[in-house]
């Protein structure tokens, strides 16, 4: 139920982002800067706020006496909605209880309800019309924010004249198929009790109605619905990008393991060989792999961290104290983020969550509370509201109307602590998490936008995702991990040849392993976009053309896995049916954002501790979404125009 609805709301939320911020308290002393998380009874106090606040701000838009204030009372009802979203979102991984889940799910149901009705409302269809018609009058960061809001609004049917009925049917359908496909995944996998083809007939239904919904509002497809204002920005370059991916990766593949002929072997019979030319090739692996997490207790890998962005982006992490409403775990730490080793300038507020217990949901995270934006006091005041936040924040900086935002996140792990050190001891697929959700946190805390829909991390997924996996090269770099890597015990530096061994087995079957990705973006496409489907030839220029889905399924697979495919599984279909209900049509972002992650990277390969690279990849950040994805790298990069040139350096 959360993620259905949490699917429409997010259509919904007029293109704007993350947020959650009643009782927040800053003034001018960090300590009275708190979050009540550990009160689950929050919860019902904002459900009320919201359900006050957001129809007084929908009647202010008819009211609204230029476009500039309209923007602002946008902006500001997005960011109420975001608050009240994003806070149940964190309560639910949080508090995985079923009371908890209830509640939530109450909360949702009554927000849904109010959004539909927003949906359909003559008053929003104006607000769209009167936004694009003044827009031209003011300055280009507004201007760019009116064009998300239009982007995301056509995008999603919002204040449309026509087939509002249509659409919302469709919607509501599909939220309901949406969260039912997810269950018996989760069934399917853990308990046995859902058939494999109980959810290709579910994953069919869901494809049909996500295509209904695209063409309702103008689009010849979902995946092209999906695509628009990406880096990737259309199908045929998605598809051109994914070919080039698997041409330059089956190269890598057989120089890898040259002679083998992979096509003799099934699935299992593939990942078996895998395991066993892995294991050939760097013996006593395991052993080693087990004493490279001695070198990684959890405390070291965040110092290195600290190191690196202090480092890199001139900032200061400061650990304080949780008060008793803020802690709602054990382990669970608070730390301000300063501009720089004066600490006068707050850029916002993280909390840790990263030991594995039973009442968390999830894996590894990132969640925004609440992003950097300006709050527009004087809308409050002019509707006889309570702003979100009782006291000042940075009052009077940009204009003494408006207070701002701080940032606030929670990054979220699932770590075992080892009984011996007394504190986890990590894998490397554990350190690149770490620093990959890290990332997500501090792209946010760098933004210093006005509007909330153009701050952080508020963009496609094929940009947002090349910063966190840019910091995955990091932790993998050796001389970022010889900077903190000392054994829990003694205080002995890695050794050499242990990291090297440990992180060449890392990335020795790479090639195979992105070879799998091309497949999983590639099938996510070709299910979002309309027969006819044209599979290419493998080895040759042309493709083959079919009006039939498991045909066209067939060929994919035959084009792009390197093992046989004759009777492939639906389990080999996705990377993961959560995929395919949460990110439809943008799995290919993964693998795009990786690459895009490789054009900055060589910046940082001989030097990762590059301090003028570190200040301009900060001020990308702080530009947030104030630009085109497109335009946001060239503020990093100028003359910056493709990633297809940066595939060779994949694997």
């Not at 936040?389 to 602590?417: C, F, W």
């Amino acid at each position: 139920k959360y993620r259905e609805i949490m699917h429409r709301c997010g259509a919904v939320r007029l293109g704007l982002t993350r947020l959650s911020r009643s009782h927040l308290r800053y003034i001018h002393t960090p300590t009275e800067y708190t979050l009540p998380l550990a009160q689950p009874a929050v919860l019902e106090h904002r459900r009320q706020r919201a359900l006050k606040v957001l129809p007084a701000l929908r009647q202010a838009c008819h009211t609204a006496t230029d476009t500039r204030e309209l923007l602002q009372i946008c902006d500001t009802m997005s960011n109420e909605l975001c608050l009240m979203l994003d806070f149940c979102d964190t309560m639910r991984h949080i508090y995985a209880d079923e009371n908890m889940r209830n509640a939530v799910v109450g909360v949702f149901a009554d927000l849904n309800g109010l959004m539909q009705e927003f949906n359909v409302d003559p008053v929003i269809r104006e607000t769209c019309q009167r936004l694009a018609e003044g827009k031209h009058r003011l300055d280009p960061d507004e201007q760019f924010s009116i064009t998300q809001f239009e982007n995301e609004m056509a995008r999603n049917g919002i204040g449309a004249n026509s087939s509002e009925q249509q659409l919302t049917q469709v919607s509501s359908t599909l939220q309901a198929l949406d969260s039912a496909t997810y269950d018996f995944e989760l069934s399917w996998r853990h308990e046995g009790t859902t058939k494999p083809n109980t959810l290709m007939k579910h994953i069919a239904q869901i494809v049909g109605l996500r295509h209904q919904c695209a063409v309702i509002t103008g689009h010849e497809s979902f995946a092209a619905s999906q695509l628009q204002n990406t880096l990737c920005n259309n199908l045929d370059d998605a598809w051109q990008f994914l070919e080039a991916v698997n041409i330059h990766c089956t190269q890598r593949a057989q120089e890898t393991l040259p002679a083998v002929d992979f096509k003799k072997y099934t699935k299992g019979e593939y990942s078996s060989l895998l395991s066993r030319q892995l294991n050939t090739r760097y013996p006593g692996l395991t052993e080693d792999k087990a004493r490279l997490q001695n070198y990684m207790p959890l405390s070291a890998a965040w110092a290195g961290m600290e190191n690196l962005y202090e480092t890199l982006f001139g900032v200061k992490f400061v650990k304080v104290d949780l008060l008793p409403h803020e802690k709602w775990a054990k382990n669970v730490t608070k730390h301000y983020v300063y501009s720089n080793n004066k600490c006068d300038q707050l850029l916002g507020t993280l909390y840790t969550d990263l030991y594995s217990r039973q009442s968390k949901m999830g894996g590894s995270g990132h969640m925004t509370l609440q992003v950097g934006c300006d709050i527009y006091t004087n809308i409050y005041e002019k509707l006889g509201l309570t702003p979100p936040s009782a006291s000042t924040q940075e009052r009077g900086g940009r204009n003494k109307y408006h207070d701002r935002q701080i940032p606030v996140m929670i990054l979220t792990l699932q770590l075992h602590p080892d009984g011996s050190a007394g504190e986890p001891l990590l894998s490397i697929p554990e350190l690149t998490a770490f620093f990959h959700e890290s990332a997500h946190a501090m792209h946010t805390v760098m933004g210093r936008q006005r509007y909330q829909n153009l701050a952080g991390t508020r963009g496609p997924l094929d940009f947002v995702e090349s910063v966190s996996q840019l910091f995955e090269h990091f932790a993998l770099n050796s001389q970022v991990v010889y900077s903190f890597a000392r054994h829990w015990k003694t205080g002995e530096a890695v050794p050499h040849d242990l990291w090297q061994k440990c992180r060449s087995a890392h990335t020795f079957l790479l090639p195979f392993q992105e070879l799998e990705q091309c497949f999983y973006a590639a099938m996510d496409l070709l299910l979002h976009s309309p027969a006819p489907y044209n599979i290419p030839v493998p080895g040759t220029d042309s493709v083959v053309t079919t009006h039939d889905l498991p045909e066209a399924v067939q060929k994919l697979a035959e084009h792009f896995l390197p093992f046989n495919t004759k009777k492939i599984a639906v389990d080999q279909l996705f990377a993961s049916v959560e995929h395919f209900c949460q990110y439809p049509a943008q799995y290919y972002s993964y693998l795009y954002s990786n690459c895009l992650s490789e054009v900055v990277w060589q910046d940082f390969k001989t030097n990762p501790f590059h301090k003028r690279h570190g200040m301009k990849l900060r001020a990308m950040l702080e530009s947030g979404m104030s630009k085109s994805p497109l335009q946001t790298i060239q503020v990093y990069k100028p003359g910056f125009t493709s990633v297809l040139s940066h595939v060779k350096h994949l694997c």
